[in-house]
C-alpha cells in the first residue's frame, strides 16, 4: 500500500490542480465581462462595418459613373447619327464632294452639294472653320438653282450678269453672291475651285455643277445656245428661260432649218 506521505502529496497536489483549474475559469470569465473586453471588441465591429459600408459606397460610385459614361456616350451617337442623311440621287458630283440630292425635293432649291445645317455630315479630320465654309456654300446653293459667284469689280463677272439678268429671262432667277463683299469670300472660292476644278470668277453653278465664266457665257449667247445648254442642266428645276430680245429658242432653230 502507498505510504501516508504519499497520499497526502498526491491530495495536496490534485487541490493544487483544482485550484489553479477555478482560477483560470474565473478569470477568462471575468475578462469576457470586462469593458475593456467589451469596448475592443466592439471597436471591432465597427471598423469591420464600416469596411463593408466603405466597399458598398466605392461599389455604387462605380456603377453610377458606369451609367452616367455609357448614357453620354448613347447621346453622343444619337447626335451624331442624327447628323447623318444618306440622299440618293444622280451620278453628278455635288459641290460639296459628298451628298446627292433627288428630283423630289423643292422646285428652284439647288440640288447638288446642298444640304442644310442639321444634314451636315462632320467628317472627324474637318476643322470648325472647314465646316462653316462648307455649310455657307450649301445655304447659298439652297438661293436658287443658278448661282453666279461674281466679284463686284470683276468685268468678266459683269459680262457674265449682263448676259443672264438682262439679255435672258430665267426662274427662279439667278442667285448673285460678290465674293469680294461676303465675310467668307476667299475660303468659298478656296472651295468652289477644289469641287469645281474653276478657279477664278465668273464661276456660274447650275444644280452644284459649274456651267462655266464670263467667256463661256458670251459664246453661249453669241452661238443662241444658251437656252436649250441650261434647260439641259437645269431640267425641271428651271420652270422658265427665254431671250428677252428677237431671238427667242424657236427662231433660231427655225432659221438654222431653213
Request: net charge positive; aromatic share 4%.
Amino acid at each position: 500500500m502507498p505510504s501516508q506521505r504519499r497520499m497526502r502529496l498526491i491530495a495536496v497536489l490534485a487541490l493544487i490542480t483544482i485550484i489553479v483549474i477555478v482560477y483560470i475559469s474565473r478569470g477568462a470569465h471575468q475578462t469576457h465581462g470586462s469593458d475593456f473586453y467589451t469596448k475592443t471588441q466592439q471597436a471591432l465591429q465597427e471598423s469591420q462595418f464600416q469596411e463593408a459600408a466603405k466597399q458598398r459606397d466605392a461599389d455604387g460610385v462605380g456603377s453610377r459613373l458606369k451609367a452616367a459614361e455609357d448614357q453620354a456616350k448613347k447621346a453622343a451617337d444619337e447626335k451624331y447619327d442624327s447628323k447623318k442623311v444618306a440622299i440618293e440621287g444622280d451620278d453628278q458630283k455635288g459641290v460639296a464632294g459628298r451628298v446627292k440630292l433627288g428630283g423630289d425635293k423643292v422646285p428652284g432649291v439647288a440640288a447638288q452639294g446642298g444640304r442644310s445645317r442639321d444634314q451636315a455630315i462632320v467628317k472627324e479630320d474637318e476643322t470648325p472653320e472647314a465646316h462653316e465654309v462648307e455649310t455657307e456654300l450649301n445655304l447659298i446653293l439652297k438661293k436658287s438653282p443658278m448661282i453666279i459667284f461674281s466679284k463686284s469689280y470683276c468685268p468678266y463677272s459683269k459680262k457674265a450678269k449682263h448676259i443672264l439678268l438682262e439679255k435672258y429671262r430665267i426662274l427662279p432667277e439667278p442667285y448673285v453672291v460678290e465674293l469680294d463683299l461676303h465675310p467668307l469670300g476667299e475660303k468659298l472660292q478656296a472651295l468652289l475651285a477644289k469641287s469645281t476644278g474653276r478657279r477664278t470668277v465668273p464661276n456660274i453653278l447650275l444644280l452644284g455643277k459649274s456651267l462655266g465664266g464670263g467667256d463661256d457665257m458670251e459664246e453661249l449667247d453669241e452661238t443662241e445656245t444658251l437656252v436649250a445648254k441650261i434647260k439641259e442642266m437645269g431640267g425641271s428645276r428651271i420652270t422658265e428661260v427665254e431671250h428677252r430680245g428677237a431671238r427667242p429658242e424657236t427662231s433660231h432653230r427655225q432659221a438654222r432649218r431653213s
